[in-house]
């Protein structure tokens, strides 16, 4: 499993909900997020916090979600972003899967 645990601001991933239900997050689609913001932020090294805005990354937090709602079970999903309000140069890879962390980290390790 991915060792990469963040020494960051606890506080982002309620800013960050504010941010989405100040987008019209329907109150499922908050409890969820809420239960996702913990576990995505408690993941995110603290030197890649400030990689982006709080909007920017409400606007990544609510579109992995959406992405996260259209795998199908016992499937991978894997998709490369690269948004022009991202840093020249980064992309964003999202991999959505059933727990198998072993792919997670095999895909992460290629792709560093």
């Known amino acids: 499993m991915n060792a990469?645990?963040?020494a960051n601001d606890s506080s982002l991933p309620s800013v960050v909900l504010a941010e989405l239900e100040k987008g019209g997050l329907s109150p499922q689609r908050?409890?969820?997020a809420q239960v996702f913001c913990r576990a995505f932020f408690?993941?995110?090294g603290a030197s890649d916090v400030t990689l982006h805005t709080t909007v920017q990354w409400a606007a990544l937090v609510g579109s992995l979600l959406e992405f996260m709602q259209q795998r199908q079970a016992a499937r991978a999903t894997v998709r490369v972003l690269s948004p022009?309000?991202?840093h020249a140069g980064r992309s964003l890879l999202q991999i959505v899967t059933d727990d198998?962390?072993?792919l997670v980290d095999t895909v992460s390790m290629i792709v560093s």
């Open 4 to 6: 990469t645990h963040a």
């Open 84 to 86: 022009a309000d991202v």
């Open 30 to 32: 908050l409890n969820e």
């Open 100 to 102: 198998m962390p072993f």
């Open 42 to 44: 408690a993941r995110v």
